[in-house]
């Protein structure tokens, strides 16, 4: 892992905007003008996805994929000018918010500049044709990373924005070498010091299948040694299990505990309950108190959070990557609910605390920090349910820290009434 990472992170939220569906409109000034209320749900930083102009040729849908990258250097007119972009990140910095932007290395769009002008750059097949390895993958064509010429040109890209922005979400990470993000990150510092590197972690199926064709496919592990926060994704397929119900509650805690003695000392886990690539946690949790117990875990996790675009108005509806398909901000209103999770985590234990997880009685996730003669508990129950927790707190009565309500432990056993609960306390 980057020895010079910060675990300050790990108290950080990150808000993640898609431009183009964010309103009617669909540019930066619409999102400039929300900045307030971003800001007064407590993030942190702002991850805009893929801001380029977008491919013509395969593209998708009608408006295409973001991450069908036409040129590495411009803004996609729809969304307004390089001098719009400006203006929106000063005022993200004014707010006293960071900034990151999406980066597309693994490929670009069919019509891309560095297509036109460095066809060599490119994955070919044995007409010489470039290609994409995956047949999904129709508006996009592969770069091939066996170009050290590639290489400095795209670090010259990063370099670029590093001006603008303080980080990077790297988009498919894995499947690109180490050996290329170690020299970018070095390189990167020269212009922005402590740029944040995030990394798009593989899942363990899909590490396996580019490993056995030969293809590039890093490890959280080996991302860790140039990123500082990997997404949760080696979570992801427990989590999937779990939420279709083939997978027992402690298929997802065991992992996460294991996070803590598997990964670098000061690692940082992005966790997230729903993304561009995934179904709103609106729609996989539509019972209001089991998604209200999801997104409170989702924050006392140990590591980062993320909030895409109208999660916190509990909106169902996964919009697409490839048409006008705007947020609906009309649904149940979390924003008070997430702003106070967020000043929770925002405190010390959450960062230099050492982290406990575990199941019990297969639907409640009972976890602690511990930091000195300090603890803080955690419980949440994936079914919303009211029950009784076997617990090691003494008998009395505790405040949850997200309601201000009452709970109450009697004979060693805590009475759970189906609200999410955080609770502080100290030993000796």
């Not at 490839?322 to 901000?329: G, I, L, Q």
């Not at 605390?353 to 603890?375: C, D, M, P, W």
Request: aromatic residues 12%; hydrophobic residues 35%.
């Amino acid at each position: 892992m980057a020895k010079t990472t910060d675990i300050g992170l790990r108290n950080c939220m990150i808000y993640c905007v898609f431009v183009r569906n964010y309103g009617r409109v669909g540019n930066f000034q619409e999102v400039k003008k929300d900045l307030a209320r971003i800001q007064d749900l407590g993030t942190d930083i702002i991850w805009f996805l893929p801001i380029h102009p977008i491919g013509q040729i395969g593209r998708k849908g009608m408006l295409g994929s973001p991450y069908a990258v036409r040129d590495y250097r411009a803004i996609n007119p729809e969304y307004g000018t390089l001098n719009d972009f400006q203006q929106i990140v000063d005022e993200i910095h004014e707010r006293g918010m960071k900034c990151m932007i999406d980066i597309v290395f693994d490929h670009t769009a069919k019509d891309s500049e560095m297509l036109r002008n460095h066809p060599q750059w490119f994955v070919q097949n044995s007409d010489g044709e470039p290609i994409s390895r995956n047949p999904e993958w129709t508006d996009v064509v592969e770069l091939d990373f066996s170009n050290l010429e590639l290489w400095d040109e795209l670090i010259e890209i990063l370099k670029f924005w590093a001006g603008y922005v303080d980080g990077f979400r790297c988009n498919r990470a894995y499947a690109i070498p180490l050996e290329f993000w170690m020299r970018a990150r070095k390189e990167v510092e020269s212009v922005r010091k402590e740029c944040i590197w995030l990394a798009q972690s593989g899942e363990g199926e899909d590490i396996m299948t580019l490993r056995a064709k030969g293809q590039t496919a890093l490890s959280d592990g080996e991302l860790y040694e140039v990123f500082d926060m990997c997404f949760d994704y080696d979570l992801a397929h427990s989590i999937r299990g779990l939420h279709e119900g083939r997978f027992p509650l402690d298929a997802v805690t065991n992992p996460l505990q294991m996070q803590e003695s598997k990964y670098p000392n000061n690692y940082v886990k992005l966790h997230a309950l729903e993304d561009h690539d995934r179904p709103r946690a609106a729609f996989n949790y539509p019972d209001r108190r089991v998604l209200e117990n999801m997104t409170a875990f989702s924050f006392f996790a140990k590591g980062a959070v993320m909030i895409s675009n109208g999660q916190e108005k509990s909106d169902p509806h996964r919009p697409s990557l490839f048409d006008k398909d705007d947020v609906s901000w009309r649904h149940n209103d979390m924003s008070a609910f997430i702003k106070q999770l967020k000043r929770i985590k925002s405190e010390e234990i959450f960062r230099e605390g050492s982290f406990f997880v575990k199941a019990v009685k297969k639907e409640y996730i009972y976890a602690t920090y511990e930091q000195g003669n300090k603890r803080c508990l955690g419980v949440f129950s994936i079914m919303g349910r009211i029950g009784t927790i076997p617990t090691t707190l003494e008998d009395g009565t505790y405040i949850n820290r997200i309601s201000r309500r009452s709970v109450e432990v009697c004979a060693g056993q805590l009475l759970f009434e189906g609200e999410p609960i955080i609770i502080d306390y100290q030993i000796g």
